[in-house]
């Protein structure tokens, strides 16, 4: 059930054409800001419910980055892989179509699964305006996902919460969960630093090598031969293993739910930093945390690729993205865990305080 309270949802939009199977919704939760920022997953199962979760978690992301954009998160329910290219095309087009109403003036709405830069050509085509949708294609004016962002974001929370969690990040050791955009680029600017990648896992299994791996090797491996564990000749161990791993940092960056109830007492990592969205249950973090574990919640870390959107939105460059990236991330990172510590909160609840006092100011500045 859509949960609703004083920052949303503002709007639900359904939209329904039979004729071409179309049955799409957006979720608007926050314009307060500005206008509600959020992908659209095509996805069989997706629901209003889903979505306005979804929507809810952008409304907190782009308040914490302090972006003049609100939340929103769109759905189309169709199975892609059951449909041809030419019925997608019609579904994104006439889905961004009955969406002129609300787009661009209060929803942007950006890729998520199954929607990538050829649907937002096709929707910002269709909207008639390029400020319709970001992630669209470079010849467009988009900044595309495989400048890797989000990955470059995590490594930045990473870098000040190493050091505030007393870890030199030159030497310590680091495993990856996920060698996809995120995961990928995170643990090559980790490398690049100096860190030590000694676990790494994707769809095909876990590798573990205390000694470390050649962070150049795993890249061009993943290149190749479409995995980075086809790299490895030792033995390859579940995937779930990698929660329990004795390593400095945990950088999830795949799967949500990753580290169960079951798994908190047997985390050793120090410090971990969520390039995936919700890989902790905010209970467990808090856990965690009461442990001693230092954590960067998603709504902080993973928000690199909110942040480039916005510096597509605004029509600027790849140069213009990677400082901002780097700026907002790093800054963020720092603020939200200086007030769990100034406060005895842990660093979601931190990061909550901060994103609703944001929203709060001003749903009152335009009243
Ligand atoms: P991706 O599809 O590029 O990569 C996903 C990776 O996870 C792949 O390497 C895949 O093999 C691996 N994987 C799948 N199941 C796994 C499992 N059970 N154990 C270990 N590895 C597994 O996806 P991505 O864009 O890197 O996104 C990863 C996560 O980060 C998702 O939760 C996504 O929602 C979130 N996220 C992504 C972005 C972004 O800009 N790409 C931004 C914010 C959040």
């Known amino acids: 059930m859509v949960e609703f309270d004083e920052f949303g949802p503002e709007k639900i939009l359904q939209v329904h054409n039979p004729k071409i199977g179309l049955k799409g919704f957006v ?8 206008p509600g920022k959020g992908g659209i997953r095509m996805t069989p199962g997706v629901s209003v419910d889903e979505v306005s979760k979804l929507a809810r978690a952008m409304t907190w992301k782009t308040a914490l980055a302090d972006l003049p954009f609100g939340g929103a ?14 019925q997608k095309y019609r579904l994104v087009e006439t889905f961004s179509k009955m969406l002129k109403c609300i787009s661009p003036c209060e929803y942007v709405s950006a890729p998520d699964m199954n929607i990538g830069e050829k649907e937002m050509e096709i929707f910002a085509k269709a909207n008639g305006s390029m400020k319709s949708c970001t992630g669209k294609p470079a010849k467009m004016g988009g900044l595309p996902h495989e400048l890797g962002s989000t990955g470059f974001g995590v490594f930045h929370a990473t870098k000040i919460a190493a ?11 680091v495993a990856v969960e996920g060698f996809g955009n995120v995961g990928s680029f ?14 790494v896992s994707d769809l095909h299994g876990l590798m573990h090598d205390p000694k470390g791996f050649d962070i150049k090797k795993l890249l061009r491996t993943k290149d190749e031969k479409g995995s980075a564990i086809k790299y490895y000749e030792g033995k390859i161990l579940p995937n779930h293993e990698i929660v329990s791993l004795n390593v400095d940092i945990l950088v999830p960056a795949a799967i949500p739910d990753l580290i169960l ?9 120090k410090l971990i930093v969520e390039g995936s969205n919700i890989p ?32 597509e939105y605004i029509g600027g460059n ?15 990172t720092e603020i939200i865990l200086k007030t769990s510590l100034k406060k005895g909160i842990y660093p979601r609840a931190a990061a909550l305080e901060i994103a609703k006092k944001r929203v709060e100011q001003a749903k009152t500045k335009n009243k």
């Not at 979720?27 to 500005?34: F, K, N, Q």
């Not at 969690?165 to 030159?170: C, R, T, V, W, Y």
């Not at 467990?284 to 993973?302: F, R, S």
């Not at 790849?318 to 963020?332: A, P, T, Y």
Request: with cysteine; aromatic share 4%.
């Open 318 to 332: 790849q140069k213009k993205m990677f400082k901002m990236v780097e700026e907002k991330i790093s800054e963020n």
């Open 280 to 311: 902790i249950k905010p209970e467990l973090e808090k856990m965690l945390w009461e442990n001693g574990t230092t954590i960067v919640p998603d709504i902080i870390a993973n928000a690199g690729g909110v942040i480039s959107s916005y510096v």
């Open 186 to 199: 995170a643990a090559k600017y980790l490398a690049e630093a100096g860190a030590k990648i000694v676990a």
């Open 163 to 173: 050091k505030q969690a007393g870890i030199n990040l030159e030497g310590a050791t």
């Open 261 to 269: 109830e079951n798994d908190v007492m047997n985390v050793k990592a």
């Open 27 to 34: 979720v608007i939760d926050s314009t307060a800001r500005g």
């Open 73 to 86: 998160k769109g759905g189309i329910c169709v199975d892609p892989h059951a449909i041809t290219s030419a």
